[in-house]
């Protein structure tokens, strides 16, 4: 770019503007911020990711990912069968990194709010606060494959206890109320979560959710389940 190109500035919590480069140097580029723009790329309903974290560099590319399908929070989590163990200085070392990784994919997609990346934790810990509240209004499912219930029969259940179903318009509707419906989706590392794991969140109160008869990667379920709730409730 050069001096008179125009880029877009967002500040990751929502607000976007429209600006001009004005100086274009090796280490410094000075633009004159112009006016606000309307950027209104988030999902309707939120949506957080409980992972355990696949090692390597498929943690990296399931940040990426799942910022462009619009996830709102990731959850980064230590499991029984977890391959990659992180803790201390280096555990936060990681999440800076995949923070960073979230606000370069928002570059990328468009989107004007950045995903909270969390600090690591255990399964265990997180289920025990967090993860085992029995919080109103939000939904909580299990990447199972168990006996579970299929994605879309459990999401027309979430519908219905709003008693106002998707198709009529009731997820836009707590939308346009600033009350977007909340979604929390727990999946396992590599080997998935052990049966101790999975009994532990069901008796918590989470739901037993199916994506189909594959066996997914553990870096593959979590964007697979946002994929969907983007194709059921963006219109």
């Not at 219905?160 to 999946?187: H, I, M, Y």
């Not at 989470?206 to 983007?230: E, F, N």
């Amino acid at each position: 770019m050069q001096p008179g190109a125009v880029v877009h500035l967002f500040d990751g919590a929502g607000r976007t503007w429209e600006a001009t480069v004005t100086e274009m140097g090796r280490k410094v580029v000075t633009v004159e911020v112009g006016a606000a723009v309307a950027n209104d790329r988030e999902l309707p309903v939120e949506v957080t990711l409980a992972m355990g974290m696949p090692a390597n560099d498929r943690m990296d590319a399931l940040v990426e990912k799942a910022a462009e399908l619009g996830v709102g929070v990731i959850q980064p989590l230590v499991c029984e069968r977890s391959v990659l163990r992180l803790d201390g200085e280096r555990a936060a070392k990681k999440v800076a990194h995949w923070q960073a990784v979230a606000v370069a994919a928002c570059e990328q997609s468009g989107r004007a709010v950045v995903p909270t990346v969390r600090p690591v934790s255990s399964l265990a810990s997180w289920l025990s606060s967090e993860g085992g509240a029995a919080l109103g209004g939000v939904h909580r499912g299990v990447l199972s494959l168990r006996e579970a219930v299929s994605v879309q029969d459990w999401l027309d259940q979430a519908d219905a206890v709003t008693n106002e179903p998707a198709s009529q318009g009731g997820v836009q509707a707590c939308a346009d109320k600033g009350q977007r419906r909340r979604f929390v989706f727990l999946s396992g590392p590599e080997g998935g979560l052990s049966p101790q794991e999975e009994s532990a969140a069901l008796g918590a109160g989470w739901s037993a959710v199916s994506l189909g008869r594959r066996v997914l990667r553990a870096d593959t379920a979590p964007l697979a389940v946002l994929s969907v709730i983007g194709a059921r409730y963006e219109r």
